[in-house]
T-cell receptor, first 116, second 113 residues
Framework: AAGVIQSPRHLIKEKRETATLKCYPI?????VYWYQQGPGQDPQFLIS???????DKGSIPDRFSAQQFSDYHSELNMSSLELGDSALYFC???????????????FGPGTRLTVL | AQSVTQLGSHVSVSEGALVLLRCNYS??????LFWYVQYPNQGLQLLLK??????LVKGINGFEAEFKKSETSFHLTKPSAHMSDAAEYFC???????????FGKGTSLLVTP
């Protein structure tokens, strides 16, 4: 079965640079979520989109922005990178009711961002 | 607001022994509860979930969990541990479909021969 695709899988950036992470949800899924998992930490919710509109916002820094496109893929844009942004960034997708009785978030493999 | 607390950041069991990973939740509304497993350098895989209905939920790889409202718990169990079960386990809660997951701090399961 098709899964959530994230690219790139690994990314190395310098401080103050920008980065763009991409997420391709499972086909027909209309909701995308972004999570950040620091070293040894639990995943923290950043932001989510439903039908190309922002649906929920968590602890996303102002330096970050995201959007969902017409084909439902999503991009997380990160600017003025800091050392503390080094983390594993997960994208998850789901199919919202009423097309699904209850949604389940399916996670991608993550993008490991290292800021030097 | 909703949250989960996982008791025990590290749990060690012998191969073939019972696995019990504890999770207690706090939620102002009926919660949706999940258990995810994360193997090293990999993404999160859903083990099982509780939304409504039967309180005993069976998942993949022989795991199950029971939703106990009176105890605000959603503990994960497996009758017999296998070496391949060694991983990080996260309990998570949301208030419903389309909402973000709030994860616990995780429990690292070690299985010894």
């Amino acid at each position: 079965a098709a899964g959530v695709i994230q690219s790139p899988r690994h990314l190395i950036k310098e401080k103050r640079e920008t980065a763009t992470l991409k997420c391709y949800p499972i086909p027909r899924h209309d909701t995308v979520y972004w999570y950040q998992q620091g070293p040894g930490q639990d995943p923290q919710f950043l932001i989510s989109f439903y039908e190309k509109m922002q649906s929920d916002k968590g602890s996303i820094p102002d330096r970050f922005s995201a959007q969902q496109f017409s084909d439902y893929h999503s991009e997380l844009n990160m600017s003025s990178l800091e050392l503390g942004d080094s983390a594993l960034y997960f994208c998850a997708s789901s199919l919202a009711p009423p097309l699904a009785a209850t949604d389940t978030q399916y996670f991608g493999p993550g993008t490991r961002l290292t800021v030097l | 607001a909703q949250s989960v607390t996982q008791l025990g950041s590290h749990v060690s069991v012998s191969e073939g022994a019972l696995v019990l990973l504890r999770c207690n939740y706090s939620s102002s509304v009926p919660p949706y509860l999940f258990w995810y497993v994360q193997y090293p350098n990999q993404g999160l895989q859903l083990l099982l979930k509780y939304t409504t209905g039967a309180t005993l939920v069976k998942g993949i790889n022989g795991f199950e969990a029971e939703f106990k409202k009176s105890e605000t718990s959603f503990h994960l169990t497996k009758p017999s541990a296998h070496m391949s079960d060694a991983a990080e386990y996260f309990c998570a809660v949301s208030v419903g479909s389309g909402y973000a997951l709030n994860f616990g701090k995780g429990t690292s399961l070690l299985v010894t021969p």
